[in-house]
DNA sequence: GCCAACGTTGGC
DNA sequence: GCCAACGTTGGC
């Protein structure tokens, strides 16, 4: 049972929209191998954190790893050889109170976050302390 | 809108 | 195999 964050663009695919979605989501398009190993390591029932990047900046929810990771069904152009992976995900719940990245960024027990450090990783490893402190920030 | 950080590409 | 140049991401 692992911990990890999803990082996504609101305006291209908000928690709200896989809440809506009522079941699995397929998590394409990632393009980068760190992100891609990432879901390799997810078994099912894994959960993560839903980060809304750029707008919001805030983790607003947490999802479930459905699917184990498996070929992107966005990555068949012609001639690319590497093929990318991702799993499928499916809506938990939302946080009462969504936690900030100021929020976050002001906690000394969340200092060696990924998502302090390397905000561009879009798939990202969380510890089980950093899971439960956002959780008790967020309300759950 | 700007720019720092990061990852990738390609010349050498 | 190194590293400069470039494109993209995402915070500010």
């Known amino acids: 049972m ?6 996504s663009e609101p305006d291209v695919f908000s928690f709200q929209d896989l809440v809506d979605k009522a079941g699995p989501e397929e998590w394409h398009g990632v393009r980068n191998y760190a992100a891609r190993n990432n879901m390799r390591a997810m078994v099912l029932g894994d959960l993560g954190f839903f980060y809304h990047s750029v707008k919001g900046k805030a983790v607003v929810g947490i999802a479930e790893v459905v699917a184990l990771a498996h070929p992107d069904s966005t990555a068949h ?12 995900i499916a809506a938990v719940k939302a946080f009462p109170r969504p936690v900030t990245l100021d929020e976050i960024k002001a906690e000394p027990a969340l200092a ?21 402190h956002i959780c008790r920030m967020g309300g759950l």
């Open 112 to 132: 060696q976050m990924i998502l302090v450090n390397n905000s561009r990783l879009s798939v990202q490893p969380v510890t089980k302390q950093e899971w439960e």
């Open 77 to 88: 152009e012609p001639g690319e050889k590497v093929v990318w992976e991702c799993v499928d």
């Open 2 to 7: 692992a911990y990890w964050l999803f990082k």
